[in-house]
Each structure stands twice: as structure tokens, then as C-alpha cells.
């Protein structure tokens, strides 16, 4: 089974411009997510996908493999699935977020491994632990499984809505996703479904086609950066570690 990590990364940022070549303690951040990444065992190969020179230039200063998409890509999955197309003899496809400089290299071989089962699903991601701080925050996505570990539904609301105490602990979902590259290709054609349009959420339109994505639980930390703030803290913490 040959396993590939995309990281797509572009230039242009609404609360962040320029995101992927902001500095962490010395490097550009897409550089970061790329190290991290390459950590990781289970891929046989990882390539930073972009529409913009100045990133492709930077992954190739720093020795990274890197290809030009289109401009014009309404989501991130239509970019996943160019690159996807120009790739023979892939099974599965990592998609990595290019502002996730702290992300487990672990959890990429884990979602990777999924794919190498009878029962494997069409597509998986993972979910960590939710605070009471993210409970009303919209930025933190809300994950609901079944027992077998599925994601039932994705929300921008606390879900399920605590009428006494949760049974279980929420679970807030982290962005990165595995799909077997025929998978993906297919979902990069389908039509935007009512909820994911209603949540701005494009992972419900898999739900939505009745499509199964299996949910990875971690306990690991992310710090992902959409803000300044967030840039600064992670700062501190590459810092702290002296990586």
C-alpha cells in the first residue's frame, strides 16, 4: 500500500496573509509542518501542494518536494485531487493542513494503517479532547461518533446539546484527513450538500452521500495557527522545546 502526505498551502489568508512563509523561531511555517510531517513513518512520500511562487520557491529552498495547482480551486479538496490525479500507484492519500506546525507525526501513521484493514473506511480524520473554553466557539469544530468510532455528524455547535452532563466527553475535531485516493477523487465531484453549505463545513458533504469517515481519538494537544495570537504562541512553544 503506498501512502502519500499533501500538505496544501496557500499564500493568501484573511486574518493571517502570507501564512504558510510566517516565521516560527527561524523558519518558514510551512517548512515546519513539513519536518513535522516527515516524521512521520507510514508515508513513502510527502509534497506540499500551493498556487503561489513565493511558497513553491521557499519548500524548494529548504530541499522539500513541492507542485504548482491551479488558482482557481473553490476547497482545499479540489486542490488535493489535482495532485491526487498526477500521482500512479497511490492508495492513500494524507492530507496534512499547512497551519498545523505542531501536528503528531504518529497520528499520520495511524490513519494511515486504517486503510490496510477489510474494514476500512472511506475516509478518516481524528478528534482530541474538547475544553469548556471551545464549547461556544465556532473555530472549534464538534465531532459526534457512533460505537464503532464513525463520525455521525460535524458541527460548529456543541453537540450533542448537554441536557444533564455528557456521557462522554466532546470531542473537537482536528483537520487533517486520509482517503483512498479513489475515494477522494470521487468526493472532489460531487455537489455541495445542504448541511456542509449551512455549516461551511465540506466534510459533511461525505456524510451527507452516506459515505463513512472513521474518527481517530487522541489526546495530543494542537495548536493550530489561524490568528497572530496563534502565531505567537506557537512561537513560544517551538521555542520552549529549542527545536
Known amino acids: ?104 507525526p504518529t497520528l499520520i501513521d495511524e490513519l494511515a494503517d486504517l486503510f490496510a484493514a477489510d474494514d476500512a473506511p472511506h475516509m478518516a480524520t481524528v478528534g482530541a479532547p474538547l475544553t469548556e473554553e471551545e464549547y461556544n466557539e465556532p473555530s472549534a469544530v464538534k465531532v459526534v461518533c457512533n460505537k464503532k468510532g464513525d463520525a455521525m455528524y460535524f458541527s460548529r455547535s456543541l453537540i450533542p446539546y448537554p441536557r444533564h452532563n455528557f456521557i462522554n466527553s466532546p470531542l473537537k475535531h482536528i483537520g487533517i484527513y486520509a482517503y483512498s485516493k479513489s475515494f477522494l477523487l470521487q468526493y472532489a465531484t460531487m455537489e455541495p450538500t445542504p448541511a456542509e453549505q449551512t455549516e461551511s463545513l465540506e466534510q459533511l458533504r461525505a456524510l451527507e452521500n452516506g459515505y463513512t469517515i472513521r474518527v481517530i481519538p487522541t489526546q495530543s494537544c494542537f495548536v493550530g495557527v489561524d490568528t497572530p495570537e496563534d502565531l505567537a504562541l506557537v512561537n513560544r512553544i517551538f521555542k520552549e522545546q529549542q527545536v
Request: proline fraction near 7%; glycine fraction near 8%; charged fraction near 30%.
Open 1 to 104: 500500500m503506498k501512502v502519500v502526505c499533501v500538505i496544501p498551502a496557500r499564500y493568501g489568508s484573511t486574518r493571517l496573509p502570507g501564512k504558510p512563509l510566517a516565521d516560527i523561531a527561524g523558519k518558514p511555517m510551512i517548512q515546519r509542518v513539513y519536518e513535522r510531517v516527515s516524521k512521520a513513518k507510514r508515508p513513502d512520500a510527502v509534497i506540499v501542494a500551493t498556487d503561489d511562487r513565493r511558497v513553491y520557491d521557499a519548500v524548494v529552498s529548504f530541499g522539500g518536494q513541492v507542485v504548482m495547482t491551479r488558482n482557481d480551486h473553490p476547497t482545499g479538496t479540489d486542490r488535493l485531487a489535482e495532485v491526487a490525479e498526477g500521482l500512479a500507484d497511490v492508495d492513500v492519500i494524507i492530507n496534512v493542513q499547512g497551519d498545523e506546525p505542531l501536528i503528531e
